[in-house]
């Protein structure tokens, strides 16, 4: 009982840890890109610490999925925190819960699993939360804000995500795959940097390390030692810690107030990922 209390107070650290993402991304005043490349470059070395003292090197033939992960955390990572400055933090964060709705569609085409009762009842609360977040930011040309596909990539993508880390944790442990990400992920963005022409604003290079050090290193192996000491499902309900404490820090930090169309939107979504992990 011990270490499931302690696996559950580790996570509910790291969700009040993760829901300060989108928050942090606006403090800082540096460009997007220039956030995603310090996030990778600090994960890089994090994980690599990790990585050496375990002596987890092997990826056992999983590469070209790595890649592939790396591809879709990089597009997750980049269109949520664009998002967040798009649109209100409740919407973006919202809208990247949408991940398990793609999870529920493509997972019987690439992991070969059905679709129960419970599965489809979920599938439907979900997609009508995200409609209904959808009809509040039509405007009146019926153009959905640019903030709002962001977030619609960013949970697409997650969910992608998910479906590829399952594949690739058959055979290597969670530190490896994430240290072999941010290997390849981060030469990437630096010459994405680069060839961009986006400014590194040096007055922020202590902030942008602060930001890659509590979200890609602290953050991910607080939860993941969190994950480790409890069961999947007790788990899952716990990270929907993560989009309540960013509503909450929004309106404490940003003065910035939900409508209740995107509260009512956002709960569907939740509920719906409720019943899916529920027994």
């Given at each position: 009982?011990?270490?499931?209390?302690?696996?559950?107070?580790?996570?509910?650290?790291?969700?009040?840890?993760?829901?300060?993402?989108?928050?942090?991304?606006?403090?800082?005043?540096?460009?997007?890109?220039?956030?995603?490349?310090?996030?990778?470059?600090?994960?890089?070395?994090?994980?690599?610490?990790?990585?050496?003292?375990?002596?987890?090197?092997?990826?056992?033939?999983?590469?070209?999925?790595?890649?592939?992960?790396?591809?879709?955390?990089?597009?997750?990572?980049?269109?949520?925190?664009?998002?967040?400055?798009?649109?209100?933090?409740?919407?973006?964060?919202?809208?990247?819960?949408?991940?398990?709705?793609?999870?529920?569609?493509?997972?019987?085409?690439?992991?070969?699993?059905?679709?129960?009762?419970?599965?489809?009842?979920?599938?439907?609360?979900?997609?009508?939360?995200?409609?209904?977040?959808?009809?509040?930011?039509?405007?009146?040309?019926?153009?959905?804000?640019?903030?709002?596909?962001?977030?619609?990539?960013?949970?697409?993508?997650?969910?992608?995500?998910?479906?590829?880390?399952?594949?690739?944790?058959?055979?290597?442990?969670?530190?490896?795959?994430?240290?072999?990400?941010?290997?390849?992920?981060?030469?990437?963005?630096?010459?994405?940097?680069?060839?961009?022409?986006?400014?590194?604003?040096?007055?922020?290079?202590?902030?942008?390390?602060?930001?890659?050090?509590?979200?890609?290193?602290?953050?991910?192996?607080?939860?993941?030692?969190?994950?480790a000491r409890v069961s999947a499902q007790r788990a899952s309900i716990l990270f929907y810690i993560e989009p309540l404490a960013a509503v909450v820090f929004a309106i404490i930090l940003l003065s910035e107030t939900p409508t209740l169309l995107t509260l009512i939107g956002g709960l569907l979504i939740i509920l719906s990922s409720y019943i899916m992990i529920k027994k």
């Open positions: 009982m011990e270490k499931i209390l302690q696996g559950a107070i580790l996570i509910i650290i790291a969700m009040l840890i993760f829901g300060s993402f989108g928050i942090f991304s606006r403090a800082i005043d540096s460009p997007v890109l220039v956030l995603v490349m310090f996030f990778q470059i600090v994960g890089l070395f994090g994980m690599g610490i990790i990585v050496f003292i375990r002596k987890t090197y092997s990826v056992k033939g999983q590469l070209k999925l790595i890649a592939c992960y790396v591809a879709m955390n990089l597009i997750a990572d980049m269109s949520f925190l664009a998002a967040v400055r798009y649109t209100s933090v409740a919407n973006a964060v919202f809208l990247k819960y949408t991940g398990p709705i793609y999870v529920l569609l493509l997972a019987p085409l690439l992991l070969k699993e059905t679709r129960g009762k419970k599965i489809i009842s979920a599938l439907v609360l979900a997609i009508a939360g995200l409609l209904i977040i959808l009809y509040q930011n039509i405007s009146g040309t019926n153009a959905i804000s640019f903030g709002i596909v962001l977030g619609i990539i960013s949970g697409l993508t997650l969910g992608i995500v998910t479906i590829i880390i399952k594949k690739i944790l058959t055979n290597i442990s969670v530190y490896t795959a994430m240290f072999y990400r941010f290997l390849i992920s981060t030469p990437i963005m630096i010459i994405v940097v680069v060839f961009s022409g986006a400014i590194i604003p040096m007055e922020s290079i202590a902030m942008l390390l602060f930001f890659g050090a509590i979200f890609a290193v602290v953050g991910t192996a607080i939860h993941l030692e969190g994950v």
